[in-house]
């Protein structure tokens, strides 16, 4: 900004001359001294004197400023020799119940930018909930696409509709719900996006994005947040067992059409391995294969054997072909570490990696893999993944909620030997997200006991996301010529495929 306006430039000197007072984070003018410093910084928020402070995106900051605890309460505290302090909060709302920004905004008078009615003369702040809207569906592959035909705003008071035009050029103010709080000196205001004054946010525009993301929870909070200007209600787990298991397929075949791309999750205990292999298709649509267990101690070779049966298993596709898993990861923690990277090393061909679960909050889902002595060598090295278990939990727990066949949802099969029974759906269920202060942290909920099936489905997604296929190329394999039936040869002794995934 300073570097665009000429009349701010003429205040703040030259970053090239010696001592100008202005480097990144400080800029000196006359009469005074700009500091940015970032909300998880407790020594810069500690160090100056202030009047007045301005907290951007506050809903964004860190809850603690490194030990010293809340960022904005540090921040104001600076400005405890100043009679005529004031500060400033602003922010896109986010989750209901966790947003600094909604507190702040209760403590205020609560003013919204309020429109006159062209009809009955009543002033309102103009909400997604009385825009009414008609639209048509497009289907392009697997992604609908949304047009918005007509679009109005339905007056609460009068019904009647006006147009986005009418309604722009209607006189507008700011009506506060709660005026007490003048008297408290605390002002507060809210807007959205249907009275932003730039054209590229126009009421139609605003509405196919609502409607493009509907299906996806993740993109559907940042509508909710960044446009609609509303907070976002997370309620860890909407479905229940019952539901999903009501909702299980009967696939066409082993691998129905759709998925073209196979990974494996493998939870590692002190008696036995767990799994479940899943299929990968379009806009991260998934196909439940199969959840199963290996009874066995991990540090038992016949153990890693009969989890050589899964992964070199050659699955059928609906198409005809068949496919191999691409990927697989296996849990390191536990009490077998050293035998997990043993049994992934000697698999590392068949890409077969060993992990590591963290938890936390903005711990990334994947990360580049580092490599890890074995029993203290210096020279033999195994693979190590670092998975970010939350971020994991979250986008499956979304993914769970999508509710039609497309981006996202979650396909799972029927029949007894696939896996996918109530217990599944009970530990697939077994966590939520709850609210823990002002963090949100995964906690087990009571009456479920497992949460292995989750832990699984998590290492199996990730292992996906490693791979960065190209699903067009991979979907091109199955369109084609389905393959002479095979059911001459002889199956015993067949060699793994592996020439659908030799480019990776
Ligand atoms: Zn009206």
């Not at 296996?330 to 009490?335: A, E, R």
């Amino acid at each position: 900004m300073i570097r665009d306006s000429k009349p701010l430039r003429e205040k703040v000197a030259d970053v090239k001359t010696r001592d100008s007072g202005n480097t990144i984070l400080q800029k000196a003018f006359p009469g005074g001294m700009l500091t940015i410093v970032g909300s998880n910084s407790a020594s810069g928020l500690a160090s100056t004197p202030a009047r007045y402070i301005f907290g951007d995106e506050r809903d964004r900051w860190a809850a603690s400023a490194g030990t010293e605890g809340d960022p904005w309460g540090l921040a104001e505290a600076r400005q405890a020799s100043f009679y005529n302090a004031k500060s400033v909060e602003v922010s896109t709302p986010t989750i209901k119940g966790a947003s600094s920004i909604e507190s702040a905004f209760y403590k205020g008078t609560q003013e919204r930018w309020c429109h006159l009615c062209p009809e009955c003369g009543a002033w309102h702040n103009i909400v997604f909930d009385d825009i009414k809207f008609e639209h048509t569906v497009r289907k392009h592959r697997n992604r609908k696409t949304h047009k918005v035909t007509f679009i109005g705003w339905a007056c609460p008071s009068c019904g009647v509709l006006s147009s986005e035009e009418t309604m722009r050029r209607q006189p507008a103010k700011w009506i506060p719900d709660n005026p007490e709080a003048y008297n408290d000196g605390i002002r507060s205001f809210w807007l959205n996006a249907f009275v932003s004054p730039w054209a590229s946010v126009s009421w139609t525009r605003i509405a196919e994005k609502f409607l493009d993301a509907r299906d996806d929870p993740e993109v559907l909070q940042t509508v909710y947040n960044t446009l609609l200007g509303q907070l976002w209600e997370d309620r860890g787990n909407i479905e229940d067992g019952d539901t999903l298991l009501a909702r299980r397929e009967e696939y066409p075949s082993e691998v129905p059409d759709g998925a073209y791309v196979l990974t494996c999750g493998v939870d590692t205990h002190d008696d036995r391995l767990e799994y479940e292999v899943i299929g990968h298709g379009h806009y991260g649509e998934t196909w439940g294969i199969r959840k199963g267990m290996i009874i066995g101690k991990p540090d038992s070779p016949q153990t890693w054997e009969r989890l050589d049966d899964v992964i070199d298993r050659v699955y059928k596709h609906q198409s005809g072909k068949t496919l191999t898993i691409s990927a697989a990861f296996v849990d390191s923690g536990g009490h077998y570490t050293q035998e997990v990277y043993e049994a992934c090393k000697a698999r590392a061909q068949k890409r077969v990696f060993a992990i590591k679960g963290k938890g936390g909050d903005g711990v990334p889902y994947t990360s580049p893999p580092g490599k890890v002595p074995i029993r203290e060598s210096k020279k033999v090295k195994c693979w190590l993944y670092s998975i970010g278990v939350d971020a994991g939990k979250a986008s499956i727990m979304a993914a769970l909620k999508v509710q039609e066949p497309g981006p996202k949802y979650c396909h799972f099969p029927r029949g007894e030997e696939r896996g996918y029974d109530s217990s599944f759906f009970d530990g697939l269920l077994s966590e939520k997200l709850v609210l823990k202060g002002n963090r949100w942290a995964w906690e087990k909920i009571s009456g479920h006991t497992r949460n292995e099936v989750l832990d699984c489905r998590n290492y199996a997604m990730a292992a996906f996301r490693i791979l960065d296929v190209d699903m067009d190329a991979y979907e091109r394999r199955f369109k084609g010529q389905p393959k002479q039936p095979v059911h001459r040869q002889p199956q015993v002794q067949r060699k793994p495929r592996r020439d659908v995934f030799d480019d990776w």
